[in-house]
T-cell receptor, first 120, second 107 residues
Framework: GAVVSQHPSWVICKSGTSVKIECRSL??????MFWYRQFPKQSLMLMAT?????????EQGVEKDKFLINHASLTLSTLTVTSAHPEDSSFYIC????????????????FGPGTRLTVT | SQQGEEDPQALSIQEGENATMNCSYK?????LQWYRQNSGRGLVHLIL?????REKHSGRLRVTLDTSKKSSSLLITASRAADTASYFC???????FGKGTSLLVTP
């Protein structure tokens, strides 16, 4: 299957600083990527849909000014957590759609390994 | 966005036994995908089943889809300790997940 990478794997930062997380599709072009966050023993919660060359679409309750998403190329989307606070500590996972073609928009969605953010 | 809801929430079986978990969703879909997540790791794509398919196999995995009931099941046959993980189903354009089924396979 397709490979999606994330960088960094984990990061510890001080409260008030900003952190950038990268998501890359390594062997395919992804016009659409998704960002999720996951708290311990909880489900993945969709934060936003990142579209190459346009603004991201945020889910209800997700602050777009706090979680800045940039999808500048077909293989890279970035999530910047601005002015991070301890409550932003979480596991952030991105995913990318690999189009398979076909009339029904057949695709598979692949996930990165996740980035663990700890804000102290 | 679609919501996948998995049940049971947790399942413990012994090696060699089969494990079955179920997923329900709310509205019409083009396809449904199953994933596995090991603790603290990302999601691994297991299998995709299209809305016009009723059953699909991949190795020890068997997935069924009943669009009339808006439900899917994942069967893992001859389970192994390495199958211990959480399993999620996702449907729709932007996958939304339930809490998953936590599977524990004991030797």
């Amino acid at each position: 299957g397709a490979v999606v990478s994330q960088h960094p794997s984990w990061v510890i930062c001080k409260s008030g600083t900003s952190v950038k997380i990268e998501c890359r599709s390594l062997d395919f072009q992804a016009t659409t990527m998704f960002w999720y966050r996951q708290f311990p023993k909880q489900s993945l919660m969709l934060m936003a849909t990142s579209n190459e060359g346009s603004k991201a679409t945020y889910e209800q309750g997700v602050e777009k000014d706090k979680f800045l998403i940039n999808h500048a190329s077909l293989t890279l989307s970035t999530l910047t957590v601005t002015s991070a606070h301890p409550e932003d500590s979480s596991f952030y996972i991105c995913s990318a759609r690999e189009p398979r073609g076909g009339s029904d928009n057949f695709y598979e969605q692949y996930f990165g390994p996740g980035t663990r953010l700890t804000v102290t | 966005s679609q919501q996948g809801e998995e049940d049971p929430q947790a399942l413990s079986i012994q090696e060699g036994e089969n494990a079955t978990m179920n997923c329900s969703y709310k509205t019409s879909i083009n396809n449904l995908q199953w994933y596995r997540q090991n603790s603290g790791r990302g999601l691994v794509h297991l299998i995709l089943i299209r809305s016009n398919e009723r059953e699909k196999h991949s190795g020890r995995l068997r997935v069924t889809l009943d669009t009339s009931k808006k439900s899917s099941s994942l069967l893992i046959t001859a389970s192994r300790a390495a199958d211990t993980a959480s399993y999620f189903c996702g449907a729709g354009y932007a996958l939304n997940f339930g809490k998953g089924t936590s599977l524990l396979v004991t030797p």
